[in-house]
């Protein structure tokens, strides 16, 4: 989150790209050097003028909406700064060389500027997410299953054919997007939890007892009791957690502020799961939404993953007074 | 004096006869069975190469492995109301792809791809409700 970048960058904003006629005294306005520049016009646009990185995660405008996306690389092309984004969820043939005035930083406010058009679409974002309905891929065939239910579709028996099922997809009006609700509780434990670690420098005791890998395991005796069956689906999905739980609590779910005593407990081969608890996997849960699009999961199977996950959210909320401790400088 | 199947025996086995349980003069039902079997294990494959079409078997190796396969095993306990487990399926699938030469594509984590600071969506921080 480059905060601190983002009142310059307007400013250069508007010096970098030159109007349409370049004889014009210039319709800039403010910034003193550039009155002093006169032929900011025919400046060349340089290193200094690039106002997004390779690899930048940044919000982007497509048709009506704005996307989230990522910048593979970049190239001056006419003395502008072109842009080749890839967005987020969406297949690689989307991807497309956008110049600057497309692109945001993804901050707070531009967030919050995805989220009015997505309620100007009549689309209702989850946990800050926009949802991601473009209605045709370049095949005519969704390439991605987003978190998403068409309403009407058959899918209760589930997809015949291939083409029928995009067929359905384009046709239906409305989407819902089908999130994590991640209970009242739990999401006071994370802002509190925020507020621990960046307010207060107060920072979880490694390893944790219970650690993920505990939790996991006791979940999984819980639903054996509780379904008295056969929990081989159950037990999948937990094995599916805790993989993206090792790979990813060191690339998106620390705070800057864990991140020493990251380096410091995390040495040789140990995997998070067995050092880090509650706290960090309840993080997990709130990237989640943005982790699965990458799997292509259906219609109902998808609900089904919902229930599954907010049956486990249901238990941590059950076990939150032992699972949760409070924090250690 | 009995080329009759004798499964009513329950455990026992059919050595008393001189037989042996797979004797080709067991009654024409067995084969039927046996021709069942293999109609069904037909079916159990093509709804399985089916699946794949949703669920592909390159993504059975990278790291959302494990929902790739609860979709597919949860695409076949659908289609023919029965239990499988995980391994069932990727004991079937073994027969016609060598998993472990598949690559997953590297683009395909997205977002666990780059590093990024955690953070709450701003929602959490309001009382407005989303």
Known sequence: MNKKHTVSHEIKKRRVYPRTTPLMASSKDDSATDADDSAANRRRANSNTKLFADGERVLAYHGPRIYEAKVLKSEIRKNDWKYFVHYLGWSKTWDEWVDADRLMKKTAENIRKQQALDKKQGVEPKLGRSNQTKSKTPNGIPSYCHLVLSVGSSGSKGKKRKHESSAEKENTAVEKVVGIEIPQTLKKQLVDDWGFVNEQNKLVELPRSPNVDDILKMYLEYRSKKDNMITDSVEEILKGLRCYFDRALPVILLYDKERLQYRESIKNDVSPSSIYGAEHLLRLFVKLPEILPYVNIEGDLLMSLQQEFLDFLTFLQKKQSSFFLLYDE | ?130
């Open chain 2, 1 to 130: 004096m009995n080329g009759g199947v004798k499964k009513k025996n329950g455990g026992k086995e059919d050595e008393q006869d001189g037989l042996s349980v797979h004797s080709p003069c067991k009654a024409p039902n067995s084969s039927a069975s046996s021709l069942r079997k293999e109609q069904s294990q037909v079916d159990l494959e093509l709804k399985l190469l089916e699946a794949l079409e949703i669920y592909p078997p390159v993504k059975l190796q990278g790291i959302h492995r494990h929902f790739v396969l609860y979709g597919l095993t949860e695409y076949m306990r659908r289609s023919f109301n029965r239990q499988f487990s995980g391994s069932d399926v990727l004991q079937m699938l073994d027969r016609f792809y060598n998993l472990e030469m598949l690559k997953p594509d590297d683009e395909e984590s997205g977002i666990l791809n780059q590093v990024e600071e955690f953070s709450l969506p701003p929602s959490y921080f309001t009382k407005e409700e989303s």
